[in-house]
């Protein structure tokens, strides 16, 4: 059986993206007018910066304490990994984007995340050690 193309998506993710952004910012663009959206852009990628050093100073005080303690960062890691992911997504220019790395940033949203991501590695791990 073949396995899908991994990497296929991916792309195809890659180069919807811009479309999809595209086209919400024309949508808030005609509602709010085009300088209030570059602004809100604008904001929301200074507040995506504060609260990605914000998160992320916090997550690595976790993974010293963890050190520290002798125990093993794995969860502080996770988080490191979310909000670096959730900064990237900022930093985009779309609101699309902003939302999802608001959801990456927001510790709550990416409890849920972790999880996902952990069931996630644990199905890749069975499926390559059966």
């Known amino acids: 059986m073949k396995k899908p193309n991994f990497f296929g998506g991916w792309i195809f993710l890659l180069l919807l993206l811009p479309l999809?952004?595209?086209?919400g910012l024309i949508q808030v663009g005609?509602?709010?007018?085009?300088?209030?959206?570059?602004?809100l852009v604008i904001l929301t990628g200074v507040l995506g910066i504060y609260?990605?050093?914000?998160?992320?100073?916090?997550?690595?005080?976790k993974v010293q304490e963890n050190m520290m303690?002798?125990?093993?960062?794995g969860d502080a890691i996770l988080d490191g990994l979310c909000i670096?992911?959730?900064?990237?997504?900022?930093?985009?220019p779309g609101?699309?984007?902003?939302?999802?790395?608001?959801?990456?940033l927001i510790p709550f949203t990416r409890n849920w995340i972790k999880r996902w991501i952990i069931i996630?590695?644990?199905?890749?791990?069975?499926q390559h050690y059966r």
């Open 20 to 23: 999809i952004e595209l086209w």
């Open 30 to 39: 005609s509602l709010i007018g085009a300088l209030n959206t570059i602004l």
């Open 51 to 61: 609260l990605t050093r914000q998160e992320g100073l916090q997550a690595v005080r």
């Open 69 to 73: 303690r002798g125990e093993p960062p």
């Open 84 to 92: 670096l992911a959730g900064g990237i997504l900022l930093l985009i």
């Open 95 to 104: 609101f699309f984007t902003d939302l999802l790395g608001t959801i990456f």
């Open 120 to 126: 996630w590695i644990r199905k890749k791990m069975e």
